[in-house]
């Protein structure tokens, strides 16, 4: 998975970690979050904040 590869990132981590609620979870943790995914292989240097935002909500929506 790429930065950009937004809605299976989501669902990705609300497998890994099913008793965070997103709305709670600062950006700094949600990019470690997503660097840890086992399918995730991209650069940490092309995520920035609109990218964080967009996984947030993505993330809200698939626990919603």
Same mark, same amino acid.
């Given at each position: 998975?790429?930065?950009?590869? &937004?809605?299976? &990132?989501?669902?990705?981590? =609300? ?11 600062? %950006? ?7 660097? @840890?995914?086992?399918? %995730? ?9 609109? &990218?964080?935002?967009? &996984?947030?909500? @993505?993330?809200?929506?698939?626990? =919603?």
């Amino acid at each position: 998975m790429k930065w950009t590869d &937004i809605s299976d &990132i989501a669902i990705e981590l =609300s497998e890994a970690h099913p008793d965070k609620d997103p709305l709670k979870v600062n %950006f700094v943790d949600l990019r470690d979050w997503v660097m @840890a995914l086992e399918d %995730f292989d991209d650069d940490p240097k092309h995520c920035g904040e609109k &990218i964080l935002e967009a &996984i947030q909500q @993505a993330w809200i929506d698939e626990v =919603s």
